[in-house]
């Protein structure tokens, strides 16, 4: 069964339910994959709602789309991978944000494939990402 991640971008996306990434997670779902995000996600995703002119309105979306899928919680384990990761790629001069750092960590600790528009994440070896974004 194939689960997946869902980064900002794509959340954000999937607020809208006529989106193709709502669409997406939809079918996602009734074929028996898992599809989730993180709590660092919805903390980005936050500051992004409270700049929007419908903010009220996307938090309402958000909190009913959010019973739609999981969020999995960052554990001792992913935190020292998390720690991993950055290092490593700080040792070759790659720098991406925090959020980002967790989400890989979770996504390689979990097997989760992220569903992401986000280029940084192809600097990390062995990680699964797609673009819903696109048809």
Request: charged content about 25%; some cysteine.
């Amino acid at each position: 069964m194939t689960a997946y991640l869902l980064d900002t971008n794509h959340l954000g996306a999937a607020l809208d339910d006529n989106s193709i990434v709502y669409e997406r997670v939809v079918a996602a779902r009734r074929e028996g994959s898992r599809v989730g995000t993180c709590y660092p996600v919805l903390c980005e995703l936050a500051v992004g709602l409270e700049q929007t002119a419908r903010r009220d309105q996307n938090w309402k979306a958000l909190r009913v789309f959010l019973k739609q899928i999981r969020i999995w919680p960052i554990d001792l384990r992913t935190v020292r991978l998390y720690g991993e990761l950055y290092q490593e790629l700080r040792s070759i001069g790659r720098v991406l944000s925090q959020v980002d750092v967790m989400v890989a960590a979770l996504s390689c600790r979990m097997r989760l494939t992220v569903l992401t528009t986000d280029g940084d994440f192809e600097a990390i070896g062995g990680l699964r990402t797609e673009n819903w974004l696109v048809r």
